[in-house]
């Protein structure tokens, strides 16, 4: 049926408004879509040029040069060597099999070593260079580099790694550095990203981690352009990092050479220090071992083998080492008794070979006894009883005071690992650690270094030093950085009795130039090298009843590691002191027959500045002695020619 006009008329001004509205909606949504475009790329532009530069621009670190560590003449001790390795990029090298097969043709590549590589090329994206072999000599470098051209994604480098040229020498002071493990980042709160780049190299031990941030320098960084991958395309600029700081050591390269050599195949320890700045110019751990093994990362046999070893080359004795210090002891006992006005110099005191106190009998090493004896002969002949007497009479509160005022039981604040403070026991210390009272049994036995007290060869050479001066006297390690000399530590008098404390030293003066003296048989003849020290001989254990049935009644009968540990402290000159020395020998057994000589050699070569002299030393004694220094200027030697043999990172 045929629409009225009317209603036709009706539809089309409906479209006709519709129409309208909708092409309304349009021009405004395109209005909107216009206004939007054109603040996207007006107003926001420079945004975006931004966020698109980082989604192109990587910053990439650059490890800085590590710091150099130097002897206090300016011998390198610490320093960086040329490392030449290859490293391979899988996209651009292919099959990484092959790629490592056509490379063994050139430098020697073992069917595991091949393994291993391709391991740790397809553990990485394809574009990461991976370290295939590092520590090449000159002659497999370039013969890679000559044939680079028929081996795409294979390309020589070279960087830096840390080396030792005097090796063992110097591994417990100086230290070494190794890999950046999780264990080091977890100790960090907020690790720097430097500590993230692969391979980067911090210190383990010693002064390489000490000061570590001192050493390490600044990180430098690249600006490399990328593609939507990540893959690096151009190197648009580079700014270089700051190296490390120099650090320059008090210790003498010469001196701890010598002192090292001289300590032999013993497990034993030597400290040398310049008792009027307390620079330690020797720190002597033996035995030692190479550093060199660790930078790179030791392997497992190597490791095992420096572990399982009863003479713990990995252990710094100098200052992990906490050691009766027996006889050398006594001069603190002495002077406590003095300075308390308990005894004077001249006094006697009878010794039968033994004391009776607390229902027990304490006897003296020499069982005959040594009769009358007054401060010098006692410390000369190193009489027990004598000691025995004094500590009755001042306690162990003062014994434990005058230890304190010459240095024992006090850790010091030297760029070391696991510094120990020994222990200078008191009443309060055994009533919180052992829970139970102090008794004079202990102070009998504390009087002759025996007992609860423990030392360092470090303290014992400050203890020395102190003797020889009446000065706090603070070791020293670090004498200057980047050429700026550091600070000597305050040395405030001891306060000391004069009197007392020329009592002492006379008394150590006779220890090795009396002929009754202990040490008289390792003297020095020369009377401007001469030196005054005490020997010691510390119990570790005691020959049991069943022993002493069965014949034994020597130390030399027991196994080694239940022998006395020998010990010798000394200064000289005895006039001037300028050097003190601490010697001690594990289970070396007797200090005067031990100890002793080495400490003479030692504080010898220290004022000589070389060799000892042999003029310095008794007639009888100098073919023998000559023998032996010849052998040990043959181990001195040169430094240690960095590495050029190959390792896989």
Same mark, same amino acid.
């Given at each position: 049926?045929?629409?009225?006009?009317?209603?036709?008329?009706?539809?089309?001004?409906?479209?006709?408004?519709?129409?309208?509205?909708?092409?309304?909606?349009?021009?405004?949504?395109?209005?909107?879509?216009?206004?939007?475009?054109?603040? !996207?790329?007006?107003?926001? +532009?420079? $945004?975006? =040029?931004?966020?698109?530069?980082?989604?192109?621009?990587? *910053?990439? &670190?650059? @490890?800085?040069?590590?710091?150099?560590?130097?002897?206090?003449?300016?011998?390198?001790?610490?320093?960086?060597?040329?490392?030449?390795?290859?490293? !391979?990029?899988?996209?651009? +090298?292919? $099959?990484? =099999?092959?790629?490592?097969?056509?490379?063994?043709?050139? *430098?020697? &590549?073992? @069917?595991?070593?091949?393994?291993?590589?391709?391991?740790?090329?397809?553990?990485?994206?394809?574009?990461?260079?991976?370290?295939?072999?590092?520590? !090449?000599?000159?002659?497999?470098?370039?013969?890679?580099?000559?044939?680079?051209?028929?081996?795409?994604?294979?390309?020589?480098?070279?960087?830096?790694?840390?080396?030792?040229?005097?090796?063992?020498?110097?591994?417990?002071?100086?230290?070494?550095?190794?890999?950046?493990?999780?264990?080091?980042?977890?100790?960090?709160?907020?690790?720097?990203?430097?500590?993230?780049?692969?391979?980067?190299?911090?210190?383990?031990?010693?002064?390489?981690?000490?000061?570590?941030?001192?050493?390490?320098?600044?990180?430098?960084?690249?600006?490399?352009?990328?593609?939507?991958?990540?893959?690096?395309?151009?190197?648009?600029?580079?700014?270089?990092?700051?190296?490390?700081?120099?650090?320059?050591?008090?210790?003498?390269?010469?001196?701890?050479?010598?002192?090292?050599?001289?300590?032999?195949?013993?497990?034993?320890?030597?400290?040398?220090?310049?008792?009027?700045?307390?620079?330690?110019?020797?720190?002597?751990?033996?035995?030692?071992?190479?550093?060199?093994?660790?930078?790179?990362?030791?392997?497992?046999?190597?490791?095992?083998?420096?572990?399982?070893?009863?003479?713990?080359?990995?252990?710094?004795?100098?200052?992990?080492?906490?050691?009766?210090?027996?006889?050398?002891?006594?001069?603190?006992?002495?002077?406590?008794?003095?300075?308390?006005?308990?005894?004077?110099?001249?006094?006697?005191?009878?010794?039968?070979?033994?004391?009776?106190?607390?229902?027990?009998?304490?006897?003296?090493?020499?069982?005959?006894?040594?009769?009358?004896?007054?401060?010098?002969?006692?410390?000369?002949?190193?009489?027990?009883?004598?000691?025995?007497?004094?500590?009755?009479?001042?306690?162990?509160?003062?014994?434990?005071?005058?230890?304190?005022?010459?240095?024992?039981?006090?850790?010091?604040?030297?760029?070391?690992?696991?510094?120990?403070?020994?222990?200078?026991?008191?009443?309060?210390?055994?009533?919180?650690?052992?829970?139970?009272?102090?008794?004079?049994?202990?102070?009998?036995?504390?009087?002759?270094?025996?007992?609860?007290?423990?030392?360092?060869?470090?303290?014992?050479?400050?203890?020395?030093?102190?003797?020889?001066?009446?000065?706090?006297?603070?070791?020293?390690?670090?004498?200057?950085?980047?050429?700026?000399?550091?600070?000597?530590?305050?040395?405030?008098?001891?306060?000391?009795?004069?009197?007392?404390?020329?009592?002492?030293?006379?008394?150590?003066?006779?220890?090795?130039?009396?002929?009754?003296?202990?040490?008289?048989?390792?003297?020095?003849?020369?009377?401007?090298?001469?030196?005054?020290?005490?020997?010691?001989?510390?119990?570790?254990?005691?020959?049991?009843?069943?022993?002493?049935?069965?014949?034994?009644?020597?130390?030399?009968?027991?196994?080694?590691?239940?022998?006395?540990?020998?010990?010798?402290?000394?200064?000289?000159?005895?006039?001037?002191?300028?050097?003190?020395?601490?010697?001690?020998?594990?289970?070396?057994?007797?200090?005067?027959?031990?100890?002793?000589?080495?400490?003479?050699?030692?504080?010898?070569?220290?004022?000589?500045?070389?060799l000892p002299p042999i003029e310095a030393y008794p007639q009888p004694q100098r073919n023998r002695i000559e023998t032996m220094m010849r052998?040990?200027?043959?181990?001195?030697?040169?430094?240690?020619?960095?590495?050029?043999?190959?390792?896989?990172?």
């Amino acid at each position: 049926m045929k629409r009225p006009p009317k209603d036709n008329e009706d539809s089309a001004r409906v479209i006709s408004r519709r129409a309208m509205l909708m092409g309304g909606a349009q021009m405004v949504f395109a209005g909107a879509l216009v206004l939007r475009m054109r603040n !996207l790329q007006l107003g926001q +532009a420079e $945004e975006f =040029r931004l966020l698109a530069d980082e989604n192109r621009i990587n *910053i990439r &670190l650059l @490890p800085p040069s590590r710091g150099l560590i130097v002897d206090r003449n300016g011998t390198l001790l610490a320093g960086n060597v040329q490392n030449y390795r290859i490293v !391979l990029v899988r996209e651009d +090298a292919g $099959e990484p =099999r092959a790629a490592l097969e056509r490379l063994a043709q050139l *430098i020697p &590549l073992s @069917p595991d070593e091949i393994d291993r590589a391709e391991r740790e090329i397809m553990r990485h994206r394809p574009f990461v260079p991976v370290t295939i072999v590092d520590q !090449l000599n000159w002659e497999e470098v370039a013969r890679v580099a000559a044939n680079a051209p028929a081996m795409p994604g294979i390309t020589p480098e070279v960087g830096f790694n840390r080396h030792y040229p005097f090796g063992a020498e110097f591994a417990h002071s100086v230290g070494y550095v190794g890999p950046v493990s999780e264990a080091d980042l977890a100790a960090r709160e907020t690790p720097e990203p430097l500590l993230m780049i692969p391979r980067f190299q911090i210190g383990k031990i010693g002064v390489e981690r000490e000061y570590e941030e001192t050493l390490r320098g600044t990180a430098g960084h690249r600006r490399v352009e990328v593609n939507a991958v990540g893959r690096e395309m151009r190197e648009l600029d580079r700014q270089e990092g700051d190296p490390g700081s120099t650090l320059q050591l008090t210790l003498d390269r010469q001196l701890q050479a010598f002192t090292l050599a001289r300590l032999g195949e013993d497990s034993a320890a030597a400290v040398v220090l310049e008792v009027q700045t307390g620079n330690v110019l020797a720190l002597a751990s033996a035995p030692s071992f190479d550093p060199n093994l660790f930078v790179r990362g030791i392997s497992v046999a190597d490791y095992g083998a420096l572990r399982d070893n009863d003479h713990r080359p990995m252990s710094n004795k100098t200052v992990q080492g906490a050691y009766p210090p027996g006889s050398t002891f006594k001069m603190v006992t002495a002077l406590a008794a003095f300075e308390a006005g308990l005894a004077t110099p001249d006094e006697r005191v009878y010794c039968p070979g033994y004391i009776e106190a607390a229902g027990r009998r304490f006897h003296c090493w020499n069982r005959g006894g040594h009769g009358r004896v007054n401060l010098t002969s006692a410390l000369s002949e190193s009489c027990d009883v004598f000691f025995y007497d004094m500590a009755q009479r001042v306690g162990i509160d003062r014994i434990n005071a005058m230890a304190e005022r010459l240095g024992l039981g006090i850790r010091y604040d030297l760029p070391l690992s696991g510094i120990s403070s020994g222990l200078n026991p008191s009443r309060e210390w055994k009533r919180e650690r052992r829970g139970a009272e102090w008794v004079v049994g202990d102070t009998i036995n504390a009087s002759i270094g025996q007992g609860y007290v423990l030392a360092t060869p470090l303290q014992l050479a400050v203890m020395t030093a102190r003797l020889a001066t009446n000065r706090a006297i603070l070791p020293r390690l670090i004498h200057a950085i980047d050429d700026i000399e550091q600070p000597i530590p305050d040395q405030p008098p001891l306060g000391l009795s004069a009197a007392a404390l020329a009592q002492v030293q006379r008394g150590m003066w006779e220890v090795s130039n009396a002929q009754r003296g202990t040490a008289y048989g390792s003297r020095i003849v020369d009377a401007n090298l001469r030196m005054a020290g005490k020997t010691g001989s510390s119990q570790v254990f005691s020959i049991t009843a069943a022993e002493r049935a069965a014949g034994v009644r020597r130390q030399d009968q027991l196994p080694w590691n239940r022998r006395d540990h020998a010990l010798f402290v000394c200064y000289a000159p005895d006039t001037d002191p300028r050097y003190a020395v601490s010697v001690v020998v594990e289970h070396g057994g007797g200090g005067s027959s031990v100890a002793a000589p080495i400490a003479r050699d030692i504080i010898l070569a220290a004022q000589s500045g070389g060799l000892p002299p042999i003029e310095a030393y008794p007639q009888p004694q100098r073919n023998r002695i000559e023998t032996m220094m010849r052998t040990i200027s043959e181990q001195i030697g040169p430094a240690v020619a960095p590495p050029t043999g190959r390792s896989r990172a």
